[in-house]
């Protein structure tokens, strides 16, 4: 294991971006008929929008600055790269904590939580819960490429971070936070090594046995919409289902498949995850709320100069190929202490609004499986939460760690 702590900045080379310049350039725009309302999917219209910014407008340059404007590391844990911010905390006892985002995410999703977290003096809070925060790339996803071991998921993942917080960097006791898969990651690491986290704080609430029936692929697990529901409740049921059922569908089926047609093009692959950034995001507000076209084309860049988007998708079907298996049968699954700050803008789960978000949590299928000491819903903000409203997820983590420090 390479251990060695050596700042790392981001320079993609000269002849990567000349590369990439001329594949935009030759892209062979598809006909896009009857799709005003994108009813078929992303719009021809739509994405070329992009796909011109990012030609004639986007400065990859510029973005690298401000992406090396922090602290960054590469070291090598059990042959795998590992790229991660890191960044100290302001203050008389910083708790360390580990972000670890989704997919289609980057590790720069969780970057509007810097500075509050670590110097809350500087940002209106308590300099007392300042954070050694440490955001890494996932295996396989952006800088943390290239992936050495195929057989990687999120539980696997959490033993990476474990040794990375606790043999690389150094610490006894850590917190962790996560949303998306990085929710996975953060649960697993609350299961297997509860004695060693101070607690954790999630986004999401998802069963750490998920993508592990005989229809990992099917949302539905192959139930169709009870018949007789009210048209409302029946609308509601069949849109959660279609915003999130075809990527989980083709990741689990034909995820290498699918890679050879985005890892050659830079539109195909913008395509396939501006549309789950756009149908994710806070669904009560516009997607230029919260994403620019520079914000865009930045996150595709991680995913495209790395290589990256196969190697990422390829986490779901691992997930299904190697099963989780607990470490120990005891209630609840997740020892460590969770909050939670659960976004209502989100399409799931379906009907939630902030007056029952947090009752769906408590009262739900999912509550045994965590021991919950915080948990409060919000209005603003849908999947990529640490990006879409940051504050939420920065009271959250501040007042789960003040109740557990």
Not at 158 to 170: I, N, Q, S, Y
Not at 244 to 263: E, I, K, P
């Amino acid at each position: 294991m390479k251990t060695q702590l050596e700042p790392y900045r981001i320079h993609v080379p000269d002849d990567v971006l000349t590369d990439l310049k001329e594949r935009l350039k030759r892209t062979r725009w598809a006909q896009d008929l009857n799709n005003e309302d994108q009813y078929y999917g992303l719009s021809t219209a739509f994405l070329k929008e992009y796909g011109d910014h990012w030609l004639n407008n986007y400065d990859w340059r510029a973005a690298e600055e401000q992406l090396n404007a922090v602290n960054q590391y590469k070291v090598e844990i059990d042959g795998q790269p590992i790229h991660f911010i890191y960044e100290k905390g302001k203050g008389p006892n910083p708790t360390p904590i580990i972000l670890s985002h989704g997919w289609p995410w980057s590790y720069w999703m969780w970057s509007k939580l810097i500075g509050p977290l670590t110097d809350p003096a500087a940002h209106g809070g308590d300099p007392a819960n300042s954070f050694d925060v440490i955001i890494p790339s996932l295996p396989g996803f952006g800088f943390s490429t290239p992936v050495t071991n195929g057989e990687l998921n999120f539980w696997k993942i959490a033993d990476l971070w474990h040794k990375l917080m606790t043999e690389v960097l150094g610490y006894k006791k850590f917190a962790a936070a996560g949303s998306d898969y990085g929710m996975l990651v953060t649960a697993q690491l609350g299961h297997k090594y509860a004695a060693d986290l101070i607690g954790i704080h999630l986004g999401h609430e998802m069963p750490l046995t998920i993508f592990q029936s005989e229809r990992p692929w099917d949302l539905t697990e192959g139930n169709l919409v009870p018949a007789g529901l009210p048209d409302d409740v029946r609308k509601e049921i069949l849109h959660f289902q279609q915003t999130f059922a075809s990527h989980v569908a083709v990741h689990m089926l034909d995820a290498q498949t699918l890679t050879h047609a985005l890892n050659d093009s830079p539109i195909g692959m913008l395509a396939w995850i501006l549309q789950r950034w756009k149908k994710w995001s806070d669904k009560n507000a516009p997607f230029t709320d919260s994403y620019t076209k520079d914000d865009v084309i930045t996150f595709a860049m991680i995913y495209w100069v790395n290589q990256a988007i196969g190697s990422s998708i390829r986490n779901y079907a691992n997930a299904s190929r190697y099963p989780w298996k607990p470490s120990h049968d005891r209630m609840p699954t997740v020892e460590a202490p969770a909050g939670f700050s659960l976004l209502t803008g989100e399409v799931y789960p379906p009907f939630a609004t902030v007056e029952n978000r947090v009752g769906m949590l408590t009262g739900g299928p999912l509550a045994n499986q965590f021991n919950i000491v915080y948990a409060k819903a919000f209005a603003k903000g849908g999947h990529f939460g640490p990006w879409e409203n940051p504050d939420a997820f920065i009271e959250g983590i501040r007042e789960t760690f003040k109740l557990l420090k």
